[in-house]
């Protein structure tokens, strides 16, 4: 007789719950989604990277003086024959044949004494870090000439190493600036909408009267009280705290209108019944929720501190030498003959419009990210 088999029946195996997906994850899951939100995040990860480590991105001494206005040397993978080689600049040298307009020396390229590229390769002296003394540069010359990547000032100096050494001030002004105004702005702003009654009513008056002021006419006026001779520290210390002083009304009008909405909502109304103190309620319970709004409006606000700096410095009163920054580099193109003629001049501008976009894609992104709706 046949015997049935016996039917095992495997038990089935649950996955356990995963837990519940915290905020900051759902917010870097949603920016992860956006294309430009991204491709912000790592510009500005690369600016803060090339302020960091200036010195060691820089191939020439930003200080060091070479022909001056010398156009852009192009990198090349081929010799004077035609053939493949590594990557070599060709030095721009002055021929005998002259110009039939302007009757200067036609440049054109050295192929018999070429500059080899290389990367982690010896040049000028720096500090890492302020601290560590090294002569190591992630790219130049193998034979540690200066090259020109893209030309050189009125002076001499090459402008792509003074534009990264020029985004330490900018993005430091930038940065300072934003921190002050954020702090000052989310405070009042809170405690304004919260404690409602007089208090608030005299705060928004005060509030919009900062607003009222022209704040260009004001900046010149306020920078132009600092005498020249006046030592470079103090001069940037003065335009940060003008800048400061001029900013933060609109941050606290924002930040007030959001605690308005919060102060109403149910866990703030039970916060007060249990006897919570308003400090506790003003940071405890309603900064962390206002705080989505100002990591946005951080991000939004960096781009124009930085035009304004840069802007500022065009009409010398943000940045004196021997400082550098892009708003000082582009003093040299207030003639515009300069420009018409040297138009290699204007590299600081990229530099500047980077930065404007990667802060603002960043700052969309993140709105976005934050509140989809």
Not at 25 to 46: E, H, N
Not at 63 to 92: N, T
Not at 288 to 297: D, K, L, Q
């Amino acid at each position: 007789m046949l015997v049935p088999a016996e039917t095992t029946i495997e038990p089935t195996v649950k996955s356990a719950p995963s837990g519940s997906e915290s905020y900051q994850a759902l917010v870097w899951r949603r920016l992860k989604r956006s294309f430009t939100g991204m491709l912000g995040l790592v510009l500005v990860c690369m600016l803060l990277i090339m302020a960091v480590f200036a010195g060691f991105l820089a191939p020439v001494d930003p200080i060091q003086s070479d022909a001056s206005f010398m156009p852009p040397e192009s990198v090349s993978i081929r010799d004077k024959d035609g053939g493949f080689v590594m990557p070599r600049v060709y030095p721009l040298v002055d021929s005998e044949k002259l110009d039939p307009i302007t009757f200067q020396p036609i440049s054109g390229p050295d192929f018999d004494n070429p500059r080899t590229l290389g990367f982690f390769v010896s040049g000028f002296e720096y500090r890492l870090f302020g601290l560590i003394p090294t002569t190591i540069h992630f790219f130049g010359s193998t034979d540690g000439k200066p090259i020109h990547f893209l030309g050189t000032d009125k002076l001499g100096r090459d402008i792509l190493s003074r534009a990264i050494y020029g985004s330490r001030i900018s993005l430091v002004i930038a940065l300072t600036v934003v921190t002050i105004v954020t702090i000052i702005g989310t405070t009042v702003g809170m405690v304004s909408g919260y404690l409602g009654g007089a208090f608030d009513v005299w705060a928004q008056r005060f509030v919009e009267l900062v607003l009222a002021f022209p704040q260009l006419p004001l900046y010149l006026a306020l920078t132009s009280l600092i005498p020249v001779t006046a030592p470079t520290n103090v001069f940037i210390a003065f335009v940060i705290v003008v800048m400061s002083a001029l900013g933060w009304a609109q941050m606290s009008r924002e930040v007030r209108g959001k605690t308005l909405a919060l102060a109403r909502i149910e866990y703030v109304k039970a916060a007060i019944a249990i006897g919570a103190t308003d400090r506790r309620i003003i940071f405890q319970h309603i900064f962390p929720n206002v705080m989505s709004h100002v990591i946005v409006a951080v991000t939004l606000n960096i781009p124009n501190i930085v035009l304004l700096e840069s802007f500022l410095g065009f009409l010398g009163f943000a940045v004196k030498p021997p400082l550098i920054s892009w708003g000082l580099m582009l003093q040299d193109t207030a003639n515009y003959s300069v420009i018409g003629s040297y138009p290699w001049i204007l590299a600081p501008v990229g530099f500047v419009l980077i930065t404007v976009f990667a802060f603002n894609a960043l700052g969309d992104g993140l709105r976005d990210a934050i509140d989809p709706y």
